[in-house]
């Protein structure tokens, strides 16, 4: 990339020795564009030739819990466990009622060892109350811990591993608004929002804040009350945590939170988990279907991953805090920047072209 887009070298570098040499200038200008559209080429074809095109999927049954919940709290040899206020039934499996002050969780029995796995979560949270009049939403875990009551969502705080919350009450909001405060409208969230979280077991999940002093990410998704599905997936592969949620009804995944460097120990549980306070909903569990997902992996890659990770954490957490989620640049931000540039580029040149038309009339005019 830096090898075209460094433009530096002038025209007379370029064999423009008089400087009224304009078509040469011209040319230059094209080529300039020209160098700008094949850039722009190549990146496409590297940003989104994804990795999905070298990956299988499979899905793992016993890691998945699906209709209809065959023995899901009611038989021992479930791969399932239902915990505090969850109930089942033909349809879902309700973490919580439309009723104050509950919580229930829904765990695998099974730890995980798989390196390279997709959550997908099929989800819907309903209720009586009016916007901002329901609370507090549910989690989905990747921990090491399990069937544990606790503030985070239902389950305990402290926890040691991977935790996605949908938070459907904005805690910080109220609060601020009960001062009489205001949050800048950068800064400002729409609820309900979604946000990870890695713990190691000492961190703490900050519920008056919302999470946000210990979150790597997150995304606004209106997902309550709809006549639609609603979908969350979560993606570990090759350590990249990716987030991504279909929650408008038109089978599209939408990115939510993309982030490399988050180490998860393989022989955790996947689980689920709710929550309400003095504000309720219903928090139901469609489905939660894990598919391993197989990846070829570089030598380096291999040699690199080898080494056993025994406490979750994320690299450059420091830098992933400091940097404002609005200024990272997505592929179609980038696409977009490219092609206005060379639209810029293109009406340069029509400019230059008019000038020195007009120029060069001028200049006739003044020999005659
Ligand atoms: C857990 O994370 C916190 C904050 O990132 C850090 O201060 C602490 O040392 C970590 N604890 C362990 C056991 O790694
Ligand atoms: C969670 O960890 C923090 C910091 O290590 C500690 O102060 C707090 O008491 C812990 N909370 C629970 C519920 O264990
Ligand atoms: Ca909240």
Known sequence: MAATMTGKESASERGCKSPLAWSCYLKMSLRRCFSLLLLLLVCSSRCWGDDDHEMEEFLKREHSLTKPYQGVGSSSSSHWELMGDAMVTTDQVRLTPDMQSKQGAVWSRIPCHLRDWELQVHFKIHGQGKKNLNGD?????????????????????????????????????????????????????????????????????????????????????????????????????????????DVDGQHEWRDCLDIPGVRLPLGYYFGASAI?????????????????????????????EEEEITVPSVDNLELLREEPTETRMSGVAIFFTVLFSLLGCILLVVIGLAVYSHWNENSRKRFY
């Open 137 to 245: 939403g549910l989690a989905v875990w990747y921990t090491k811990e399990r069937m544990q009551t606790g503030p985070v969502f239902g389950n305990k705080d402290n926890f040691t591993g991977l935790g996605v919350f949908v938070d459907t009450y904005p805690n910080e909001e109220k609060h601020l608004e009960a001062q009489k405060r205001r949050y800048t409208p950068r800064t400002q969230r729409i609820f309900p929002y979604i946000l990870a979280m890695v713990g190691n077991g000492s961190v703490s999940y900050d519920h008056e804040r919302d999470g946000r002093p210990t979150e790597l990410g997150g995304c606004t998704a209106v997902v309550r009350n709809l006549n639609h599905d609603t979908f969350l997936f979560v993606r570990y592969v090759r350590r990249r945590l990716t987030i991504m949620i």
């Open 276 to 304: 309400t306070g003095d504000l309720s909903d219903n928090h139901d569990l469609i489905s939660m279907k894990l598919y391993q997902l197989t990846v070829l992996r570089g030598k380096e890659e291999e040699e690199e």
